[in-house]
């Protein structure tokens, strides 16, 4: 089943935060996210295990809630290179890394 | 390193026709997924290979998509015959990991079908 991203979309000026959520509503080993510019691949961001830890390089950071299936990735003091969409992606526990992609935050950022 | 390669880039073709998509992995990868991503969409899995065996294909329309993965390398998907409705970019990606843990993926940059 899909895990489902709020908001869907957001508009931020240089500078300003943002947190996108991730929710499943199954069992999940892992959560993935990635972001995708217009007319590229989805490029790999970073990876939470289940155990609630959080991981980050730069000023993009995620948490992991195992107990509530919950991810958030959350993007501070924004640049304009942080613009395209994010996706989770969830694998559950025997799922042999497979990977489950949500439908996508778009996030704008303007100078 | 390069990356995962793709090709074609761009493919147009009719209703009923076939086609072939080749993706050759990043060196060393023993896994291989094909995705689907059709327009405002996240990528779904289509197949995912372990060297050469397939380890998930639950999502692939087996009536009219194939895939292999030869030598466990190079891999094609093959459309036949194509609806208007596989319209979409087809994604490559490889991983290192064996099966169960969390490799991050690597996506090629995929190619666009357009049927009309």
């Known amino acids: 089943q899909q895990p489902v991203q709020s908001p869907q979309a957001v508009i931020l000026r240089e500078g300003e935060d943002a947190v996108i959520n991730c929710s499943s509503s199954?069992?999940?080993?892992?959560v993935h996210w990635y972001r995708q510019k217009h007319g590229e691949a989805p490029v790999f961001l970073m990876i939470l295990l289940k155990g609630g830890e959080q991981k980050g390089h730069d000023k993009i950071s995620a948490s992991f809630n195992e107990k509530k299936q919950q991810s958030s990735l959350y993007l501070t003091a924004s640049q304009l290179s942080y613009s395209g969409t994010y996706f989770c992606?969830?694998?559950?526990?025997?799922?042999?890394?497979?990977?489950?992609f949500g439908q996508g935050t778009i996030l704008t950022v303007h100078p | 390193e390069a990356g995962v390669a793709q090709s074609p880039r761009y493919k147009i073709i009719e209703k009923r026709q076939s086609v072939a998509f080749w993706c050759n992995p990043i060196s060393g990868h023993a896994t291989l997924y094909w995705y689907q991503q059709i327009l405002g969409q996240g990528p779904k899995l289509l197949i995912q290979f372990q060297n050469n065996g397939v380890v998930d294909d639950s999502q692939l329309p087996k009536d009219r998509f194939s895939a292999e993965r030869l030598k466990g390398v190079d891999s094609t998907l093959k459309i036949q015959p194509a609806k208007l409705e596989d319209s979409a970019v087809y994604l490559c990606?490889?991983?290192?990991?064996?099966?169960?843990?969390?490799?991050?993926?690597?996506f090629g940059p995929g190619t666009r079908l357009t049927v009309t």
């Open positions: 990606a490889s991983s290192f990991g064996p099966k169960l843990l969390p490799y991050e993926q690597y």
């Open positions: 992606a969830v694998a559950g526990g025997t799922s042999y890394g497979k990977l489950t």
């Open positions: 199954k069992a999940l080993y892992s």
